[in-house]
């Protein structure tokens, strides 16, 4: 199966084209894999601006899918046209809010031969709806040109997904793993602890009442006076740290369910900071340390909780924040000394952050299950991996 993957969810523009086949013992080629960070762009407002983020996808998919196609060494020109009525009525719905993502389309798309996809997919939700509408109207565009099926991913089963693969840049494999998993997804939108029943069975078994991990160190972060993203500003800084010199809060550590918050932490520290006065930079970094150990300890307990109570197997991070090492090797402790036979599986540093490569294992895990969920292809900011499923003692 060969599949052009899209992904445009936030602040990464990424094209991904792999050649493969899903599920354990199988290989995944990685015919080209590329990513445009906005980050250059969102760093000046601390934050991500959804329609900021809409207009550089808008710029950026077309020539990224020249390279992309490039690099895969699938991209030929024609001068048959592909596109005999770029006015037509399907265009004009389709283009209606995306006027330079259909300018640069119509320049370049009509002279490009048609490469030979299986399908082509795009992450459809959860993110910010603006910047996934992009993406989805792309791939819809491509779809009706080159005359191939969509298939709709969940972002957040494609982070789950990347963390169970190994390989490197050119071939990936799944690490083997065993049913059930507990999954931990932190990233900057969601952190969920999920249940995996198997492939494509998953419930939310934990999740945070707030703030996600990654949206904490991005705030904190700025109370510190780092740029955007702040988690590895986080990170780095907190290695000049010392603990024991600042006592910042565990949220919910020893309540009863496997939920999780981090807004209370986040205001911690801004109390903290504000009654400090100036920081000099040790201080900062004393801060930082205690904050990242403080996410850290309530993420592994609530963790080796999920994989106690449920008998799971193995464990498996995505998102990312999953590029914490902090995070990686307090979890490797902790299933090391109370999880018995447990396996931990965390992705490879370039699959931690927004990528296609996941997308596109997705979707070739879609048609291992044949699933034809076709209905109709709209942005879903707040779509969930699973059902919630109370959690109980
Ligand atoms: O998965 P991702 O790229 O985008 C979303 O789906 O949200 O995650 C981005 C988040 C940001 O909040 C960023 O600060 C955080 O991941 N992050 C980290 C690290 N690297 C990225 N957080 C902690 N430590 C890191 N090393
Ligand atoms: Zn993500």
């Known amino acids: 199966m060969k599949i052009l993957a899209i992904e445009t969810s936030c602040d990464e523009t990424a094209i991904a084209i792999v050649?493969?086949?899903?599920?354990?013992?199988?290989?995944?080629?990685?015919?080209?894999?590329?990513?445009?960070?906005?980050?250059?762009?969102?760093?000046?407002?601390?934050?991500?601006?959804?329609?900021?983020?809409?207009?550089?996808?808008?710029r950026k998919?077309?020539?990224?899918?020249?390279?992309?196609?490039?690099?895969?060494?699938?991209?030929?020109?024609?001068?048959?046209?592909?596109?005999?009525?770029?006015?037509?009525?399907?265009?004009?719905?389709?283009?209606?809010?995306?006027?330079?993502?259909?300018?640069?389309?119509?320049?370049?798309?009509?002279?490009?031969?048609?490469?030979?996809?299986?399908?082509?997919a795009v992450t459809e939700g959860p993110g910010l709806e603006p910047a996934l509408w992009t993406g989805i109207n792309f791939a819809r565009a491509l779809s009706l040109v080159w005359k191939m099926p969509l298939v709709p991913i969940n972002h957040m089963e494609g982070h789950l997904l990347a963390g169970m693969l190994e390989g490197d840049a050119s071939e990936l494999h799944f690490h083997d793993i065993g049913f059930?998993?507990?999954?931990?997804?932190?990233?900057?939108?969601?952190?969920?602890?999920?249940?995996?029943?198997?492939?494509?069975?998953?419930?939310?078994?934990?999740?945070?009442?707030?703030?996600?991990?990654?949206?904490?160190?991005?705030?904190?972060?700025?109370?510190?006076?780092?740029?955007?993203?702040?988690?590895?500003?986080?990170?780095?800084?907190?290695?000049?740290?010392k603990t024991g010199k600042y006592t910042l809060?565990?949220?919910?550590?020893?309540?009863?369910?496997?939920?999780?918050?981090?807004?209370?932490?986040?205001?911690?520290?801004?109390?903290?900071?504000?009654?400090?006065?100036?920081?000099?930079?040790?201080?900062?970094?004393?801060i930082a340390r205690e904050f990242e150990e403080s996410c850290v300890e309530v993420l592994v307990k609530k963790t080796v909780k999920a994989v106690e109570h449920y008998g799971a197997r193995s464990v498996v991070v995505g998102g990312g924040v999953s590029a914490n090492k902090r995070l990686r090797e307090a979890l490797a402790r902790a299933i090391e000394t109370a999880c018995d036979g447990v396996s931990l599986c965390v992705p490879a540093a370039q699959l931690t952050t927004d990528n296609a490569l996941m997308i596109a294992t997705a979707a070739l895990g879609k048609d291992m299950l044949r699933d034809t969920s076709k209905g109709s292809l709209s942005a879903k900011g707040n779509l969930r991996i699973g059902s919630k499923t109370l959690f109980e003692r």
Do not use: C, W
């Open 19 to 58: 050649d493969g086949e899903f599920g354990p013992g199988k290989t995944i080629r990685v015919l080209a894999n590329t990513v445009h960070s906005q980050i250059a762009i969102h760093k000046e407002y601390g934050g991500v601006f959804p329609m900021l983020a809409k207009r550089e996808h808008g």
């Open 61 to 120: 998919l077309v020539p990224l899918l020249v390279e992309t196609l490039k690099k895969a060494g699938m991209y030929r020109t024609t001068s048959r046209h592909v596109i005999e009525h770029p006015l037509r009525p399907e265009f004009q719905e389709i283009f209606e809010r995306e006027q330079e993502l259909y300018a640069q389309f119509i320049g370049e798309i009509p002279s490009i031969d048609p490469p030979l996809f299986d399908a082509i």
């Open 249 to 286: 809060p565990r949220p919910m550590l020893n309540s009863p369910d496997l939920d999780l918050s981090f807004s209370g932490l986040k205001t911690a520290v801004l109390y903290l900071v504000k009654n400090h006065g100036a920081l000099d930079e040790q201080t900062r970094a004393d």
């Open 180 to 241: 059930p998993v507990i999954g931990l997804l932190v990233s900057g939108g969601h952190t969920e602890i999920v249940l995996m029943h198997d492939f494509g069975q998953y419930e939310i078994v934990g999740e945070t009442k707030d703030d996600a991990v990654g949206e904490a160190f991005d705030k904190v972060a700025r109370i510190l006076g780092l740029p955007y993203p702040g988690g590895p500003e986080i990170a780095r800084l907190a290695l000049l740290g």
